[in-house]
């Protein structure tokens, strides 16, 4: 998840990047943008995802263990509770909790959906399946629990998590490394741990004893000691992964150590360097199991020499293409900000590089970006802890994303 805010943020200039394709910024068809408050005096308890169902309603989950749910216009009520499993979700350090919803694509008919939360003795990522109330569509059954997948966790940050289906109708869930810092088990380079790792498995049967069954073109099913759940692999802490609703392509935001954050477009059976390398730099010595994938994008966490040093960013959010019509001139951009600066940036991608890229959003108001999202329509928004630092127990609003 993304790291642990600290007390004060310097405010920032020009950025500096590495674009793989080395792409020239483009003015005319990357507008700046600006974040509309949306839903009035809607708040909520540290936002982490806003999400969808196929319907005119919005779903908020709050790191705390709430899922709360509305209708997704100007004249909505209150908004429900749909689940409650505050109970059960561990949230001893700052990036455990609820972390990440997702719906069945039968959940029309079926009413299955799915969440990733931190658990404790022992320590662990449990993916669960939960129903809906068959008399409320506003309300879940918490008692309709089935774990799906639980992972242990050796330490209390790196959980990830993304959980979505994609165009396939496979599930995909992203995992940290394991936690700590610099990966200490180096579980990013090993496929025998699902940690440090993008997963694809089928919901919808079960194998082996296991609530789920593994696709059999998954890449890894036949390699000796390797977990055949992997689709990738060798990345830190994705935080915040989506599909492009019209390429199918799997966009995700990888959250860098010391040095560097990246965006990296996740492919079958990619390795994507850490601890190896992070972003696209040398990190650590050894010999990865497959060739890297360098990212689309990457910043420097700072930037220039000494005490003049500038805070570029700390924590990547990887976020969506927008695929929505209320706002036109955005059309096929993928947007992506960082939760510690709260800037926004944007990037055109085309025919296997980017056409443009550049900075579209830089305050106000001042962000903290936990998460991207979009409705049923793929209008895009943003879920920000707006309290007083952006770590406390406090506030948190959500921002449609517009053309200044």
């Not at 700046?32 to 005096?41: N, P």
């Not at 025998?192 to 694809?200: F, H, P």
Request: charged share 25%.
């Amino acid at each position: 998840m993304m790291k642990l805010l600290p007390a004060v943020v310097a405010v920032i200039g020009t950025l500096v990047f590495t674009v793989v394709a080395r792409a020239q910024d483009d003015e005319t068809t990357l507008p700046s943008v600006r974040l509309q408050r949306a839903f009035g005096q809607l708040e909520f308890h540290r936002p982490v995802q806003v999400t969808h169902a196929g319907d005119n309603r919005l779903f908020v989950v709050e790191q705390n263990g709430r899922i709360r749910v509305f209708e997704n216009s100007p004249d909505r009520g209150t908004p429900d509770v749909f689940l409650d499993i505050r109970s059960q979700v561990r949230r001893k350090d700052n990036e455990e909790g609820l972390l990440s919803l997702a719906f069945h694509p039968r959940y029309a008919a079926n009413g299955f959906f799915y969440v990733y939360y931190s658990a404790s003795k022992p320590r662990r990522g449990i993916l669960s399946r939960f129903t809906v109330s068959a008399d409320d569509p506003n309300r879940a059954e918490p008692d309709s629990e089935k774990v799906i997948l639980e992972v242990d966790q050796p330490y209390g940050n790196h959980n990830g998590a993304t959980v979505l289906f994609g165009p396939d109708g496979f599930l995909y869930m992203s995992l940290g490394d394991g936690g700590s810092a610099f990966d200490p088990q180096d579980n990013g380079q090993n496929l025998s741990t699902l940690l440090g790792s993008i997963l694809r498995i089928d919901v919808d049967h079960e194998q082996d004893g296991h609530a789920y069954a593994i696709p059999s073109d998954n890449p890894f099913v036949d390699r000796p000691l390797a977990r055949g759940e992997i689709w990738a692999y060798g990345l830190r802490n994705v935080w915040r992964m989506s599909f492009d609703r019209e390429t199918g392509d799997l966009w995700a935001g990888d959250v860098g150590q010391n040095t560097w954050e990246e965006i990296d477009l996740i492919t079958r059976g990619g390795n994507y360097g850490w601890r190896i390398r992070e972003a696209a730099h040398p990190f650590k010595q050894g010999t990865p199991p497959d060739p890297m994938i360098d990212p689309v994008v990457e910043y420097p966490q700072r930037r220039g020499q000494g005490r003049s040093r500038e805070l570029v960013g700390m924590s990547i959010t990887g976020g969506f293409v927008y695929r929505g019509r209320s706002q036109p001139r955005l059309a096929g951009l993928y947007f992506y900000g960082d939760y510690v600066t709260g800037r926004i940036w944007a990037m055109r991608y085309d025919d296997g590089r980017v056409i443009a890229h550049r900075k579209v959003f830089d305050g106000p108001p001042r962000v903290y970006l936990s998460s991207f999202g979009e409705d049923a329509d793929g209008e895009l928004y943003i879920c920000s802890f707006d309290g007083k630092d952006g770590r406390g127990g406090g506030t948190g609003r959500l921002y449609r994303v517009v053309v200044k």
